[in-house]
């Protein structure tokens, strides 16, 4: 997608509301809103937003597992299966 083909004007927006609204939500692409020229607002369907966001949170749990790698706060998969076990197994006796 290019962002060039995307900016629209603020006035543009008022008076085409519902065409845009289609527009995003048909194309999934996202369309900026300027205001005085200058790029204030986006417009992007929901499915987009969510995708994105989803994204940003398993970005975020892959730098802070990278961050526990540096700071030595892991243990072997095979240490960690086993604990998994016994708790599992502990529940089923209980």
Same mark, same amino acid.
């Given at each position: 997608?290019?962002?060039?083909?995307?900016i629209?004007?603020?006035?543009? $927006?008022?008076?085409?509301?519902?065409?845009v609204?289609?527009?995003?939500c048909?194309?999934?692409?996202?369309?900026?809103?300027?205001?005085?020229?200058?790029?204030?607002?986006? $417009?992007q369907?929901i499915?987009?937003?969510?995708?994105t966001?989803?994204?940003?949170? $398993?970005?975020?749990? $892959?730098?802070?597992?990278?961050g526990?790698?540096?700071?030595?706060?892991?243990?072997?998969?095979?240490?960690?299966?086993?604990a998994?076990?016994?708790?599992?197994?502990?529940?089923?006796v209980?």
């Amino acid at each position: 997608m290019k962002y060039s083909e995307s900016i629209k004007p603020i006035s543009y $927006l008022k008076t085409h509301a519902s065409e845009v609204v289609r527009d995003v939500c048909s194309n999934r692409e996202t369309m900026i809103i300027t205001h005085h020229g200058e790029a204030k607002v986006i $417009l992007q369907d929901i499915h987009v937003y969510e995708q994105t966001q989803e994204s940003l949170a $398993l970005l975020k749990i $892959l730098a802070q597992s990278s961050g526990s790698i540096e700071r030595g706060e892991y243990k072997p998969a095979c240490e960690a299966f086993d604990a998994i076990r016994k708790r599992i197994a502990q529940k089923q006796v209980s």
